[in-house]
Nanobody, 116 residues
């Protein structure tokens, strides 16, 4: 069974940094895509960043230049480095993997709260 476990969320002041981790139960190279999504109360879940098996990255316009997605295949982990955090970044952040068979696997989410 493929499982994703997020960690690293917490409370941080505006302008600060956090690094989220998503540990996968299998090596990250087996996934077509790994991504970070976020969902604030009352809002739709939105894509924040993603990285393909080949290493191509994408970012939401709102986080470009501030967030970086990366992958460590040796640790079976994908990261989201978040810098220059803003209160509007407050949300539950979810890791998602797309398998080679195109199934979608979600983590449980980790809360990020940015105070002003």
């Amino acid at each position: 069974q493929v499982q994703l476990v997020e960690s690293g969320g917490g409370l941080v002041q505006a302008g600060g940094s956090l690094r989220l981790s998503c540990e996968t139960s299998r090596n990250t190279f087996i996934f077509n895509n790994l991504g970070w999504y976020r969902q604030a109360p009352g809002k739709q879940r939105e894509l924040v960043a993603s990285i393909s098996r080949g290493g191509t990255t994408t970012y939401a316009d709102s986080v470009k230049g501030r967030f970086t997605i990366s992958r460590d295949n040796a640790k079976n982990t994908v990261y989201l480095q978040m810098s220059s955090l803003k209160p509007e970044d407050t949300a539950v952040y979810y890791c998602k993997a797309v398998t080679m068979s195109q199934s979608h696997v979600w983590g449980q989410g980790t809360q990020v709260t940015v105070s002003s």
